[in-house]
T-cell receptor, first 115, second 113 residues
Framework: AQSVTQPDIHITVSEGASLELRCNYS??????LFWYVQSPGQGLQLLLK??????LVQGIKGFEAEFKRSQSSFNLRKPSVHWSDAAEYFC?????????????FGTGTQLKVEL | GAGVSQSPSNKVTEKGKDVELRCDPI?????LYWYRQSLGQGLEFLIY????????KSGLPSDRFSAERTGGSVSTLTIQRTQQEDSAVYLC???????????FGEGSRLTVL
């Protein structure tokens, strides 16, 4: 069965500092990997996704993530955090191709940004 | 509409009552998903509809939960005889094709007193 682990429940960073959110997955094949962000009172918005090819993927709002197969990881990074980045971040893994895009989500990492 | 629309945005009900939550997906999206988001527990998959195929109900937690999708568009999630542990945010998402990208609504927050 597939699973996603986000080991950090809460992270606090200062505005302008760099950020890395950890995500480890368990999956029996090459996965689709996603990062979503949820601002308070809102639905989830896709930040970026990895399907294949270049293991470093760029997303919206200046975020990037690197797929490391050997470590089963897909960590999210941003060089300089803005106060508006405060939100909850979810990593997700999904099946390849047809048969549905049912995603398995991690428990999320709550990001707080100190001014 | 431009995005996934869910209603009601908030619902407070008494234990034992039935509730219905509605989801209107993005026009043209053939796949529709329901997830439940409980405090500190991430998103839990409930049910998935794809076109005219039989839905994947593998995530429904009990037989008190059911969902239907009429005409391949709007979906209703029904919870019968609500319990306090049903309190959560119920999120609907839709997608098109095999891109894996789910588009989420803002959710329906259910509180069972």
């Amino acid at each position: 069965a597939q699973s996603v682990t986000q080991p950090d429940i809460h992270i606090t960073v200062s505005e302008g500092a760099s950020l890395e959110l950890r995500c480890n997955y368990s999956y029996g094949a090459t996965p689709y990997l996603f990062w979503y962000v949820q601002s308070p009172g809102q639905g989830l918005q896709l930040l970026l996704k990895y399907f294949s090819g270049d293991t470093l993927v760029q997303g919206i709002k200046g975020f990037e993530a690197e797929f490391k197969r050997s470590q089963s990881s897909f960590n999210l990074r941003k060089p300089s955090v803005h106060w508006s980045d405060a939100a909850e971040y979810f990593c997700a893994v999904g099946p390849l191709g047809g048969g549905g895009n049912k995603l398995t989500f991690g428990t999320g990492t709550q990001l707080k940004v100190e001014l | 509409g431009a995005g996934v629309s869910q209603s009601p945005s908030n619902k407070v009900t008494e234990k034992g009552k039935d509730v219905e939550l509605r989801c209107d997906p993005i026009s043209g999206h053939t796949a529709l998903y329901w997830y439940r988001q409980s405090l500190g527990q991430g998103l839990e998959f409930l049910i998935y509809f794809q076109g005219n195929s039989a839905p994947d109900k593998s995530g429904l937690p009990s037989d008190r939960f059911s969902a239907e999708r009429t005409g391949g568009s709007v979906s209703t999630l029904t919870i019968q005889r609500t319990q306090q542990e049903d309190s959560a945010v119920y999120l609907c998402a839709s997608s098109q094709g095999s891109t894996g990208e789910l588009f989420f609504g803002e959710g329906s927050r259910l509180t069972v007193l």
